[in-house]
């Protein structure tokens, strides 16, 4: 059984730090696409960043960004810790959403291991982690 189990959502002010967790359990965790979407009340869920795991290394990965996120956030891996990471800094109050993490297999087009744009390519989901950002 997989399982995407999302930690570190926290309420912070602007400006400040969150670092999100997914700990990928029952899936093969070779060459795939993790991402983290969000979305917030009232609004569509966006693709917030994404990375392909394959390549050379514990933590070799192709990484792709919403342009919303670029330069704020980061996204890596642990290939030992099953464990992808979401480390958002310099954070603003539209940044507040239910961040999910979100895995599936390589869909190569458009010079992109991963997409942001194509939620359906992604096979299985968390639960969920808010992150809230005050003013």
């Known amino acids: 059984q997989v399982q995407l189990v999302e930690s570190g959502g926290d309420s912070v002010q602007a400006g400040g730090s969150v670092r999100l967790s997914c700990v990928a359990s029952g899936y093969r965790y070779g060459s795939n696409c993790f991402a983290w979407f969000r979305q917030a009340p009232g609004k569509e869920r966006e693709g917030v960043a994404a990375?392909?795991?394959?390549?050379?290394?514990?933590?070799?990965?192709?990484?792709y960004y919403g342009d919303s996120v670029k330069g704020r956030f980061t996204i890596s891996h642990r290939r030992s810790e099953r464990t992808v990471y979401l480390q958002m800094d310099s954070l603003k109050p539209e940044d507040t959403a239910e961040y999910y993490c979100?895995?599936?297999?390589?869909?190569?087009?458009?010079?992109?291991?991963?997409?942001?744009?194509?939620?359906?390519?992604?096979?299985?989901w968390g639960q969920g982690a808010q992150v809230t950002v005050s003013s």
């Open positions: 979100a895995a599936g297999e390589l869909h190569p087009y458009g010079g992109s291991w991963c997409h942001l744009d194509a939620p359906h390519e992604y096979d299985y």
């Open positions: 990375i392909y795991t394959g390549g050379a290394g514990a933590r070799g990965g192709v990484e």
